[in-house]
């Protein structure tokens, strides 16, 4: 029971998309929408928000310092944005072709075990876990009672009685309120079959990404990782450059749409694991900025921005984490808003997450979609870049159902200037999961 698996899409993992490559993680104060979406800003996504808050810090704090990391507040922790004279385009493209270190220790880890463990997280959640083998995972969402994304999240079963699971720092508070109140009535009512819930507070997370990931992070195991799958994860010592063995949690996954782990490293072995994975020469530090723009070209949503609690995960494109065997409209435990849901699955959302292609200047997020015409409002652009791998101008948002197909013409409204635009099917960037 403790460390996972990463997010095929999801966490689950996260970073800002801003007005700026070189700024994308904290820039843009305005978010424009369609009356029927608005997205109010996560919190502490602006430095200033908080002004007199007290940032967290990862295990890697002073780590990132000593490698000249610019820190910015996210998600209330100091965060490296990018490391020296490094530029976004340069890390961002060293990680589709080498591979990058990203710390994601600000997410939370948890660790939930008891002989009813997954009888209480189907309460929770939409997905079938039942159908999980051992060390397997799967991303899902915490629901509202409205059907609404709480959090995005990765769930590694490693038994019936134990999962670990990862979820959002800038949802914390409102995870850690949602579960708590939902357990302790679990709890109330299964006297002698209770859950424990834990929280690995000051665990690193360390997300290794890239073609080169494998060949640099199997130097370091006696674990054979050709046998470690995409979505699958496995408990194995890493030997550090100073002679420690830790034991670690490595899961085969990311936030980027390349091969990749995420390993997650007791507190006071976070730098040796680090200083060990960047000695490797094809092994570069990147910060929360080429993060984005990663996430974006693999069409992964940042929560906050392409999903909150407004959204269902039809309308988020997301269908695919509900459990076939849960879409019956009597199956129990029954999940948070599952009316809304099968009705939507059914009749279809009145409006879906898409990607588009814009041409000219890019698209960010706020900026408006209208019809082919430019006349009719039928959408709003929740995440954009101008996309280092593909060269064109890629974005993600959401647009009214019928108009959702992809090819579809579209205008966006950019600067006060309607610029041509069009549907695409996403990622934008092919994957390159190792299955």
């Known amino acids: 029971m403790l460390p996972r698996l990463v997010r095929p899409t999801a966490t ?3 970073v800002l998309a801003r007005r ?19 997205l109010p800003p996560p919190p502490s996504a602006h430095p200033e928000a908080h002004p007199q808050q007290q940032l967290k810090k990862t295990p890697l704090y002073d780590f990132h310092v000593q490698h000249k990391a610019k820190m910015v507040p996210f998600a209330g922790y100091s965060m490296p944005l990018s490391y020296g004279e490094t530029g976004q385009t340069t890390a961002h493209n060293h990680v589709r072709s080498d591979a990058g270190l990203f710390d994601v220790s600000h997410m939370l880890q948890h660790n939930f075990t008891g002989p009813t463990a997954q009888e209480f997280l189907l309460t929770l959640c939409p997905s079938s876990l039942d159908s999980l083998t051992p060390f397997t995972s799967t991303l899902s969402v915490l629901l509202n009672e409205q ?15 134990s999962f670990y699971v990862v979820t959002n720092a800038g949802r914390a508070d409102e995870d850690k309120a949602h579960i708590t109140q939902k357990l302790n009535e679990w709890n ?21 990404q890239g073609p080169k990931a494998k060949d640099v992070l199997q130097r370091m195991t006696d674990q054979d990782l050709s046998q470690v799958k995409f979505g699958s994860s496995v ?22 749409g390349e091969d990749g782990f995420e390993v997650s490293v007791p507190p ?5 694991v680090s200083n060990t994975m960047t000695s490797h020469p094809d092994v570069m530090l990147i910060g929360l900025g080429a993060r984005d723009s990663l996430r974006l070209e693999a069409g992964m ?57 814009v041409v000219g200047s890019p698209a960010r997020e706020g900026c408006k979609v209208f019809d082919a015409l430019g006349e009719k409002e039928i ?21 009214a159902s019928g108009s959702h197909k992809k090819g579809t013409e579209v205008k966006v409204e950019v600067r006060n200037k309607l610029r041509d635009a069009v549907v695409k099917s996403m990622p934008f960037v092919p994957a390159k999961y190792f299955k």
């Open 12 to 14: 689950t993992f996260h």
């Open 379 to 399: 959408g709003v652009i929740t995440s954009g870049i101008p996309s280092p791998t593909t060269g064109k101008n890629i974005a993600m948002g959401y647009i």
């Open 20 to 38: 700026s490559l070189a700024t994308s993680a904290v820039l843009a104060q305005v978010r424009h929408s369609l009356p029927s979406f608005t």
């Open 301 to 357: 949503c940042l929560y906050g921005h392409d999903l909150d609690e407004s959204v269902s995960p039809v309308e988020g494109g997301l269908a695919w984490v509900i459990g076939k065997d849960r879409r019956a409209p009597d199956a129990q435990p029954a999940f948070p808003g599952k009316s809304r849901i099968l009705e939507e699955l059914a009749k279809g959302p009145s409006r879906r997450r898409v990607g588009f292609e």
């Open 188 to 208: 109330a009512a299964h006297k002698g079959q209770e859950v424990k819930w834990e929280t690995l507070d000051g665990w690193g997370l360390l997300a290794l």
């Open 147 to 161: 059907g609404g994304i709480i959090d995005d999240t990765i769930i590694t079963k490693h038994s019936d009685t």
């Open 268 to 272: 006071q072995q976070t730098v040796a």
């Open 235 to 256: 408990f194995a010592d890493i030997k550090t450059a100073d002679g420690q063995v830790v034991k670690c949690h490595i899961a085969r996954g990311g936030y980027t």
